[in-house]
Every structure is written in C-alpha cells, then in structure tokens.
C-alpha cells in the first residue's frame, strides 16, 4: 500500500522555494511594476452605488447582496432576515453566507423560498465556498481562524443542515476559496504567498500544488485575494491593491496569466466574476471608496472544462472500524452461508492486530488477536477432525507463515486452527484456490517470490505441503484464483496482472495480460473475481486513482468498465479510496444484495475521520450503473 505523505508539488524552481519557506512568507521589498507582467492591460469601472463589500448579479440588473443588517439580499429584499452577513457564494438555485453575530452558516434556496441555519459554529470563520461533486449532495468548504478548512455534506432539507467530512490545515492568511467542480479542486489564496490548489474530493489525499506566487518568485504582481472561476479560467484580485490576473486551468492550463490592472489608488477588498450572455463581468469593492464597482473582463480563450464521464456507486453499508490507528484495515473476503444468506459474514484483516468478523450490516462479530494478519481468502467444505467446516486462509507477516481458521458452517463461528511456517521472508498477499485435486493457498513475499501449499488434514489438524515456487518481477500483493477454470490471477503492484494456473503440475511461467495504463492506475492491489451466469469479471483496485476496473475474466481479458465509490450522503457513509484489499461475491444475499456484493477496504474513512474499516456495495448498483 503507498505511505501516506502529504506532498508539495510547486511549480516553480528549488532557489524559489527556499528563498519562499526560509523569508517566512513574508512581504517582498521587489516592486510589482518590475516584474515580468509589467505593462498589463487597465480596466473601466463604474460605480454601482453599492456600499456591500460582497454581491454578484443574479442577471441583469439583479444583485445578490452580503449586508450589515439584512443578511443576504436580492433587489433590495432580504432573503434570509436581518443580520450581519459576510461571504457569499452561489451553487444554482442555492446561496450561502455567514450570520456575523450568530455564527452560523445560513442557506437559501431561490427556488423553494427556504431559508435554513446550522448550528452554530465553534470557530471564527475566514471564508467559503461550495462544491458540487458529480451526483452526490451539495458540499462546502469553510476556512476557520484557527488555520482549517472544514469540508461539509451541505442538506438544506436536513435537521443536520451541515455534517462534517474532513478538515484540511491551511496555511496563515487564508482567507478566499473557489471550487472547480470540473476539476474536483480547491483553489486557496494565502495573501503574502500566493494560490494553492488542493484535491477537494475526500477520498483523495491531502496534497497541494502552488498555481502561482507573489512576486518576486511568481507571476502574481501583489497579495492573493479573492477568487473566481469563470469556464476555465480561475480569476485571482490582489487583496488591498489593483490587479487582477486569469489562470487557464484544466487540460488547457498556462503557466502565464493574463493581467489587468485598475484605476490608481483602488485597494480591492472583495471581488466576484460570473458570465453574462457571452461576456464575462465582475464586481470589485473598493476599501478605498467604500463602494461596490462593476465592469467587464476581456477574457479570452474561456472554454468548458472536458472532463471524462465518471461511473460512480455509493456503499449500501460500512462496517465497524478497525481498533488500530493508521494504516491497518487491509484485505476483506465474504464467507457465504449456505443455509442462511443473510447470515453471511465479512472477514477482515487488521494488520496490526489480528481479524475481525462483521455481519452484513458492519457490525463487529468477532475479533480475534492472532497478530499482523495482511490477506485473507475463504474456501468451503474442508474436513477437520471428523466434521466439515470451512476454510479461512491468511498471511501473517509477524510468523512468515499462513495462518488457518475454521468457520462452522451454521453458525459461522471463527477459530484458529493452526499456522504453517513458509520459506519466505516477508510474506504479503495471499488467496486461496479449490479443485478436484484439493484446496490451495498461495502466498507472496515482497521480493515478488510466490509459494504455492495444499492443505493436509492430518491427526484433527491442518497442515500444508509446499508444493509451487514461482516468482513475479517485482513487488505483488492481490491475487485471486479462477478455480473452475485452472486460472490463477496476479497482481504485481507496479507492472499489472500477470497469469499462471492453480495446477502445479506443468504450471506455465506467468504472463503479464492487463498492463498498467490510463484505466488501472499503480498501485494494482487487492482482486477478486464476479462469477456471473452469462459473463464473469475481473475486479482489480486501482489504487492510485481511487477506482475500481472490470475486466473479463476470460481472454483476451477485455476492459469492461470503471468506477469509484462515493459517499452516501443519506446513510451517512463516506465513499472509499485508496483501496488495498476487496473481494466480491455473485451469491444472492438477501434483498440488500440480490446479485450479490462487493466489499472493499477503505484507507480514508472519514465523515468523521476514523481509523479504516470497509465498505459494502449493491453489485446491482455497480451493474446499473456500467450497464452489464
């Protein structure tokens, strides 16, 4: 699994940014007039004879209004009642702001006529802006005085008007946001630096990128303020001076902005942009003045953001977290009841631990601390002492060993039976295999070194015969086995899936048959297989974008379809990312899960942020929403 890190990608040179990080963020003694952007274009303004330091018109000649004492208005007429507002920010038919005095978010919806309050909130608030994700609920980004940005599911329809996701460090001085919902990205002005740009999905890691800086070591003539996304241009204004510059953003992005510059002497406070008909007009407070400007913006090459369609699903369930903090959720297989479907159970390692045992719901059923268990895989019908139980099979990385557990097939209790000791040095992933000729475990080093065992029943006890060693390049981890067909699917983390059989007579080399690209994204981790009544797929993570691919499990091994999981918002259930392991089943379990479930591990469980646990997906949602 990658290590969490947070990282720091500047666009700028190695002098800049110790010169930038050393100075403390500090102003520069360089003047703007000398910079490489030194003769930009003036703008015309005109005065609005508007002393709100924040409004945008609605369409010609509507303003919306943030006031001193009657909140947010349009034309003149309050739409949420009489109270100090500051910010604003519009997302279609809805409009947010701040009540000053009570410290709440405040939401109106233009069309319903429905205004709602949040609770009141626990610290000062610097700024906001909202996001809309692709079909998932409305989300907002609020910047605190104690350097957070907070991210919330937004339910104007809700008793919980605002439910926390996550919270983001911000550095000092920041103050303006806008979200590119093209992008999925946060857009940050921290003044005497510059403007950041942050993932603004929750399921993505925390990492920022600097879209510019202040001069002397970038294109922005004075502070970052206040920002604007207009098509593909983000707009930034200098807090407290006169210049205005545009960022293409997207596909189509530029390293130099084009820029513009006001009349002498205006100090811009506040600024908005927003299109009008095929123009592009905005707003500018002048703190010099105490009035609200309007005028036009010469934009050009202002474009829509193309972006590919993406497939997403939402967890029907979640289960319990995991006791241990950090990175120690990892690998999840269904065990099938035969006599009660809804009685089936999840079984997941903690690597940090031991298992833990959920019932479909999430619940926790079982924990047993055996130590760093990392894969599991399940099989059925094993003799064990005069009675038949199932299998249970993982690799446990404190012994370097394969670690057995029966699971009674009524009541689907677990108990360890027995560890068998391996020739590895490192042990990783595993899986299981079951044919004619008996059941199987297959287990990785982190070298790349695969040992293959077939279970012994022996004197009430379970043993193993090594009888495979093959080996992949580098560093593997899932695997999943194909056990009707003598197929033995494998992941090599870096590289893709590689191809060998269960049998271990006359095993082929393995053969690389899915290779890493734009679809299946390093890390390839944990796999399992859909068995279908027409048609079966290869489920892979793709780790290093979120998603989760579907191949045919049959040759030439096809690209199916891919998608990503996102939050249920109404369950309360946050989506799933940076997934290790998952496994999935075709078995019917119950109404919940008529075409069967996917499970999967989820390394940021957040809305709240808690140590990791897995998430449980309809396959017929996944169905619908790819058309199987």
């Not at 703190?287 to 967890?315: C, K, W």
């Not at 139980?389 to 670690?403: E, F, G, P």
């Not at 982190?446 to 080996?471: L, P």
Request: one cysteine or more.
């Amino acid at each position: 699994m990658k290590a969490h890190q947070t990282k720091l990608k500047m666009l700028f040179t190695a002098t800049a940014i110790s010169s930038a990080f050393i100075s403390g963020c500090a102003s520069y003694s360089e003047s703007p007039d000398n910079i490489s952007a030194s003769n930009p274009a003036s703008l015309d303004v005109h005065a609005t004879g508007i002393t709100s330091e924040t409004g945008w018109q609605l369409h010609s000649p509507s303003w919306i209004l943030t006031t001193n004492n009657n909140g947010l208005t349009l034309d003149n007429k309050s739409l949420t009642g009489n109270f100090r507002a500051e910010y604003g920010d519009q997302r279609g038919d809805l409009v947010v702001t701040v009540n000053d005095s009570a410290k709440t978010l405040v939401a109106h919806h233009l069309g319903k006529q429905q205004t709602v309050s949040s609770q009141p909130l626990s610290f000062a608030v610097e700024g906001l802006c909202l996001y809309q994700p692709d079909n998932q609920n409305t989300q907002l980004f609020i910047l605190g005085d104690d350097h957070l940005a907070r991210q919330y599911v937004l339910d104007i329809d809700s008793k919980n008007v605002l439910t926390e996701i996550r919270t983001l460090p911000l550095p000092p001085e920041t103050e303006n946001c806008v979200v590119s919902d093209d992008l999925n990205t946060l857009y940050v002005s921290e003044e005497s630096m510059g403007v950041w740009a942050y993932a603004a999905s929750a399921e993505a890691p925390y990492s920022r990128t600097a879209v510019d800086l202040v001069a002397p070591y970038g294109n922005l003539p004075e502070n970052a303020g206040s920002l604007s996304i207009v098509g593909n241009q983000l707009i930034v204004a200098s807090t407290g001076e006169r210049y205005i510059s545009s960022y293409a953003i997207g596909p189509t992005s530029a390293a130099e902005p084009q820029q513009w510059v006001l009349k002498n002497g205006f100090e811009i406070e506040t600024f908005r942009a927003w299109t009008s008909g095929e123009e592009v007009h905005f707003s500018a407070f002048d703190d010099a003045s105490g009035e609200l400007y309007e005028g036009r913006l010469p934009l050009t090459d202002i474009s829509p953001i193309n972006v590919p369609v993406t497939h997403s699903v939402t967890p029907t369930a979640e289960t319990s977290r995991v006791i241990s903090a950090g990175d120690a959720a990892d690998d999840p297989a269904i065990w099938v009841n035969s006599n009660s479907a809804e009685g089936s159970l999840i079984l997941g390692t903690d690597k940090q631990y031991g298992l833990d045992v959920y019932d479909l719901t999430g619940k926790l059923k079982q924990r047993l601390d055996n130590g760093r268990l990392n894969n599991i895989d399940v099989r059925y019908n094993q003799e064990l002492a005069g009675k038949v139980v199932d299998i249970a099979a993982a690799s446990h990385r404190d012994l370097s060993a394969i670690s057995l557990f029966a699971i009674d097939q009524t009541s689907g209790h677990v108990s360890w039976v027995s560890d068998i000791k391996t020739q590895l040095d490192d042990v990783y992933g595993l899986c299981m295999a079951q044919t004619n000729q008996g059941t199987y475990v297959f287990i990785n080093d982190q070298d790349g070194r695969y040992e293959q065992y077939k279970i012994i029943t022996e004197n009430d006890i379970w043993s193993a015969e090594r009888v495979r060693e093959f080996a992949l390049p580098s560093k593997p981890e899932g695997c999943v086995a194909d056990d009707k067909n003598n197929r033995l699917f494998v992941g090599e983390e870096a590289v893709g899936v590689w191809l060998t059989s269960i049998s271990a007579d006359n095993a082929p080399d393995p053969e690389l048959i899915i290779k890493v690209d734009d679809n299946l994204v390093a890390d390839v981790e944990g796999m399992s297989i859909y068995h279908g009544t027409e048609t079966s797929y290869l489920v892979v993570s793709s780790q290093g974008d979120d998603s989760y691919v579907l191949y045919s499990s049959e040759a030439p091994y096809e690209y199916v379809g891919r998608f990503n999981i996102a939050m249920n918002a109404a369950a309360g259930i946050d989506g799933a990312s940076e997934t290790d392991g998952l496994d999935v089943t075709s078995a019917a379990l119950g109404s919940a899960y008529p075409d069967g479930l996917l499970v999967v591990q989820d390394g940021r469980n957040v809305m709240p942020a808690e140590n990791q646990n897995y998430k449980l997906v309809s396959w017929s949602d996944i169905a619908r929403e790819l058309k199987l």
